[in-house]
């Protein structure tokens, strides 16, 4: 593992004291060098999506036991791979110790209490008001970026939109930072301005070229311009020494499984989620094998391929393992699960449970998850006109569920193989015109828009 100086050293201020900084400029509050060193290679490591972040959190920790802004990392850590007990206790250490911290970090590790206590929208309140003083926060600001921060999950319809209106003011605070290279261009993509956000995502990998975040982008980017041989391309040559312990390693790999699907190589495609994505396959945090698994084998059917049943089961055991409080993204997927297993009770059951959540408020898109579980029972109940008459209305609602543009291409495709099994294949041509504005190659089994 690389440890090399990644920032700026501690340095002499006026009084004669030493400052230590971050590679950011903010001051830490520390006066162990190797615990600096140690923490910000933790921290780039965090916002590039690359592994071994315990490690360098973990040396930083032994270094200066009393360093509130390391455990409050580790706390962070914890709560992205849902190891939320671990995460309270970290996160519980950090504010114990905060008192001799500055300002800057006692509201930075509020910010990461708020996100570890569920306590979401309020963390966002915070982030918004902390950037003010102090856009060049980048960890602090990092949890409210991307599909699956805390704007992303906010379900509200214009999320897309409002997360770019939120970045584009900072940008003259980063200047070519890979790591705002990267959120910032994201956040181009999603709202259409694929363009840009490639040139950016470009950069990004051109001063990290390891930097997981920023092939993510540049794929999604592809994506968008419908370059999925470009995206096979890029990533035969990206992923051989890509980092498995990333936390984009099964989700890099899924949208790796995608382009193959989409240039017609199912075998190939199949395997890289076998060997990626599936449970017990890679150490990704538990949503991300969840909804990638699930969202995968659906799609493969969706090309025309058979059912891989037992698969579908052990997707399952793990849902049943990892989730037991409703999550937005994954409350959108586990309909797949049991529409594929043919279990109609617990379908029902699910449906219910969600549509009750929704009703009331308790969860961000509202009733969007259950909507689409019956839509994903209908279909494999062959109920053609049903999946139409539920689905039709709901697409421009799906953005509140969270997630990118690629990822909810689910319900998208779902839509069109209902109107091409049910030979209907001008309605299909028609959505395409009307809502999909990236050319899909290969989305379902006996349709292309040509």
Same mark, same amino acid.
């Given at each position: ?6 920032? !700026? ?44 972040? $315990? ?113 584009? !003011? ?10 705002? @290279? ?138 049943? $393992?990892?989730? @037991? ?63 139409? $008459? ?26 069109? @193989? @209902? ?32």
């Amino acid at each position: 593992m690389d440890r090399t100086r990644v920032g !700026p050293s501690p340095r002499l201020v006026a009084d004669g004291g030493l400052r230590v900084e971050d590679r950011f400029g903010l001051e830490l509050s520390t006066s162990s060098a190797a615990a600096r060193d140690a923490y910000v290679e933790a921290i780039d490591r965090m916002l590039a999506a690359d592994g071994y972040v $315990e490690d360098c959190l973990a040396a930083a920790i032994a270094a200066d036991p009393s360093f509130a802004l390391a455990h409050a990392a580790e706390a962070r850590q914890h709560q992205l791979n849902v190891r939320i007990p671990q995460a309270r206790a970290a996160v519980e250490t950090a504010i114990a110790l905060s008192e001799a911290a500055t300002a800057r970090e006692q509201q930075h590790i509020e910010i990461i209490n708020r996100l570890v206590s569920g306590k979401v929208p309020q963390a966002l309140d915070l982030i918004r008001q902390h950037v003010d003083d102090y856009p060049r926060d980048a960890f602090a600001l990092s949890p409210a970026c991307g599909v699956f921060g805390a704007i992303g999950f906010s379900g509200r319809i214009g999320r897309e939109a409002e997360l770019l209106a939120f970045l584009e !003011p900072l940008a003259t605070h980063y200047g070519d930072d890979w790591w705002f @290279a990267t959120v910032h261009a994201f956040a181009l993509i999603e709202t259409g301005r694929w363009d840009r956000g490639r040139e950016l995502a470009e950069r990004s990998l051109r001063q990290r070229p390891t930097n997981p975040h920023g092939a993510h982008t540049l794929i999604h980017a592809l994506f968008e311009a419908g370059d999925d041989s470009e995206a096979v391309d890029f990533l035969d040559g990206w992923l051989p020494a890509s980092d498995r312990a990333s936390v984009l390693h099964c989700h890099i790999w899924w949208h790796y499984a995608l382009a193959l699907l989409a240039i017609g190589r199912d075998d190939a495609a199949l395997q890289a989620v076998r060997h990626n994505c599936l449970p017990g396959a890679t150490t990704s945090p538990p949503i991300t094998v969840f909804s990638d698994s699930s969202s995968f084998l659906w799609r493969f059917e969706l090309a025309g391929n058979p059912r891989e049943r037992t698969t579908w089961d052990r997707v399952r055991e793990f849902y049943e $393992e990892h989730f @037991a409080q409703p999550i937005v993204f994954v409350d959108a997927h586990i309909g797949l699960v049991y529409a594929a297993l043919g279990d109609t009770e617990q379908l029902q059951a699910s449906i219910s449970v969600l549509q009750e959540l929704g009703t009331t408020g308790r969860l961000p898109a509202e009733t969007t998850g259950a909507t689409l579980a019956r839509a994903y029972g209908a279909f494999v109940d062959e109920q053609w006109s049903t999946v139409v $008459e539920v689905l039709e209305p709901l697409i421009p609602q799906v953005v509140r569920i969270g997630g990118s543009r690629a990822q909810r291409d689910l319900m998208t495709n779902t839509l069109l @193989a @209902a109107y091409v099994r049910s030979g209907r294949i001008d309605k299909a041509r028609a959505f395409c015109e009307r809502v999909v504005d990236r050319r899909p190659t290969r989305p379902v089994a006996g349709f292309e828009l040509c």
